[in-house]
């Protein structure tokens, strides 16, 4: 079992920043991909991103490419995401998710919320225009 405790929302103006963190407990060693949902009401669990642990690289949906950062603590086991240039798009609840995936995998499919196996509760981000 793996557990996920979202932090880091909450309400910001267009353009603003908020950084939010995904902290891992429980046999983190069985994961090696972190990813980053949200979902809005009446629309499907998006990806936003995700990092692949084991070397650090990352994936980005188009429409948070260039504004989104997930980075990731191994000391804290801790995940973050980075979200700058906020726009009220990006309302929604944020979740992370972990995975174990080989690297061809996580590269194709990190996007796809059925390759995730243990979820945290989520976290709100409201962007107002």
């Known amino acids: 079992q793996v557990q996920l405790v979202e932090s880091g929302g909450g309400s910001v103006q267009a353009g603003g920043s908020l950084r939010l963190s995904c902290a891992a407990s429980?046999?983190?060693?069985?994961?090696?991909?972190i990813g980053w949902f949200r979902q809005a009401p009446g629309k499907e669990r998006e990806g936003v991103a995700a990092?692949?642990?084991?070397?650090?690289?990352?994936y980005y949906a188009d429409s948070v490419k260039g504004r989104f950062t997930i980075s990731q603590d191994n000391a804290k086991n801790t995940v973050y995401l980075q979200m700058n240039s906020l726009k009220p798009d990006d309302t929604a609840m944020y979740y992370c998710?972990?995975?174990?995936?080989?690297?061809?995998?996580?590269?194709?499919?990190?996007?796809?919320?059925?390759?995730?196996?243990?979820w945290g509760q989520g976290t709100q981000v409201t962007v107002s225009s």
């Open positions: 429980g046999r983190t060693a069985s994961t090696n991909c």
């Open positions: 998710a972990t995975a174990w995936a080989s690297p061809r995998r996580v590269s194709t499919s990190w996007f796809r919320a059925v390759e995730y196996d243990y």
């Open positions: 990092i692949y642990t084991d070397d650090g690289s990352s």
